[in-house]
């Protein structure tokens, strides 16, 4: 009877060593999932994050690519003022009108694509500013080369403010 108990004695503790092993195995592969769920969710995490920064990134570009527009039309209406300035032909009014009528609506691109950002409201308030000051400095040249001719526009051109707004 005591071999029959310990017999049943070793069957008992080989069947609860063997639960042991199986519960271990199951609570590992269990771990292990939960690990890599969490690593999935991590990673999903990570690639919307990244094409967040795309995206922020790309605005950026956009931003400074309207902004590089706009430099190109105030540098030719200036060069339009310099040769209508220089040479007196009416084509060179024609090229500053129809750059001038762009410089609006680009700056006002730029605004709407930075409405976000109160800081750059500001800068742009202050650009305005000087757009309307510089326009309005380059017509009054053109006036004066228009009714008094070389000499008087090229002064007015070399005018102090002139050096200020540019």
Do not use: C
Request: aromatic share 6%.
């Amino acid at each position: 009877m005591q071999q029959m108990t310990q017999a049943r004695a070793e069957a008992d503790a080989k069947i609860l060593s063997e639960r042991l092993v199986a519960r271990t195995l199951i609570g590992s592969m269990l771990i292990g999932f939960l690990i890599m769920g969490g690593v999935a969710a991590a990673t999903g995490w990570m690639l919307i994050r990244a094409q967040e920064f795309q995206r922020l990134v790309d605005h950026t570009y956009e931003v400074e690519g309207k902004i590089a527009d706009y430099r190109v039309l105030l540098e030719r209406a200036e060069a339009a003022r310099r040769g209508f300035l220089l040479a007196g032909q009416s084509g060179y009014t024609g090229i500053y009108r129809e750059t001038i009528a762009a410089l609006s609506p680009t700056l006002q691109s730029v605004r709407e694509m930075t409405a976000d950002n109160p800081e750059q409201q500001r800068r742009i308030d202050r650009l305005e500013i000087l757009q309307r000051e510089k326009v309005r400095l380059i017509e009054s040249s053109i006036a004066t080369r228009n009714a008094r001719g070389l000499a008087p526009g090229i002064a007015a051109f070399q005018a102090p403010r002139e050096f200020e707004v540019l």
